[in-house]
């Protein structure tokens, strides 16, 4: 066990495995201190989903990470994800406009509830797809998390402009 006090930990019944060139010894310590910038919050942080975070939360851990040098695309792709939900809430709207005013607007009400049904379904996909995709293929996350929207935005245009 232990707990968190003055910018370190101070854990109880520690051992210490001690790997020689010929021989592997271990040492039982009742208490030892153990100075580290990992806070109680911050290891919290780890087991929690990085779309859990808030906005401020994920930028805390983002810092962290990028500061002891550990991979930070996960958590930059949340980041951006939540940042830019205006701009998906936006383009979803100019897709349910031109479904008033472009081209579907002389099918009937059932086509048109398909029609938006299966765009939205779309949408979710690509937008779950593209994020891990960035990640995969070291695309900024930024791309990750815009280019689903930059892509239905270009068919709400489309459509529009008919």
């Known amino acids: ?13 520690v051992t210490h495995t001690y790997f020689g060139a010929d021989a592997i010894t271990a040492d039982v310590q009742p208490t030892w201190r153990w100075d580290s910038s990992l806070t109680p919050d911050k290891l919290g942080i780890v087991t929690v989903k990085p779309e859990a975070l808030s906005i401020q939360g994920l930028q805390e851990y983002i810092t962290y990470r990028a500061n002891n040098k550990q991979d930070t695309s996960r958590y930059e ?4 994800r939540k940042v830019l939900q205006p701009v998906t809430v936006s383009v979803m709207l100019l897709m ?4 008033i005013f472009g081209p579907l ?3 009937t009400m059932g086509a048109r509830i398909i029609m938006g049904v299966l765009t939205g379904f779309g949408f979710f996909i690509t937008n779950e797809v593209f ?3 960035s990640l995969v293929y070291n695309i900024p996350p930024v ?5 689903p929207s930059i892509l239905f935005a ?3 245009a489309a459509l529009l402009s008919r």
């Open 131 to 133: 994020g891990p995709l």
């Open 77 to 80: 792709l949340a980041l951006w």
């Open 96 to 99: 349910a406009l031109s479904f």
């Open 154 to 156: 270009a068919v709400a």
């Open 105 to 107: 607007r002389s099918v």
């Open 1 to 13: 066990g232990g707990f968190y006090e003055q910018n370190g930990w101070t854990l109880t019944q």
């Open 143 to 147: 791309l990750g998390a815009l280019l």
